[in-house]
């Protein structure tokens, strides 16, 4: 049985995740905040965040 995907899920589980590029934390935010750049890492403050890879397996 092929692995079922599910885009409504994945698009809530990944569309809006992004990664920050300098210490791999995740953030969860719309992505025309981060387009903006109006969203720091959590951890690090870093405004460098890039959208989450999905289809890399980790
Ligand atoms: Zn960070």
Redesign the pocket.
């Known amino acids: 049985m092929p692995k079922q995907k599910f885009p409504e899920a994945e698009a809530r589980l990944f569309s809006r995740v992004f990664i920050?590029m300098?210490?791999?934390?995740r953030v969860k935010a719309s992505p025309a905040k981060v387009k903006a750049r109006k969203i720091n890492?959590?951890?690090?403050?870093?405004k460098q965040l890039r959208a989450i890879h999905k289809d890399r397996k980790v």
Not at 22 to 25: A, S, W
Not at 41 to 46: F, G, H, L, V
């Open positions: 920050c300098k210490c791999g934390g890492c959590r951890k690090c403050k870093s």
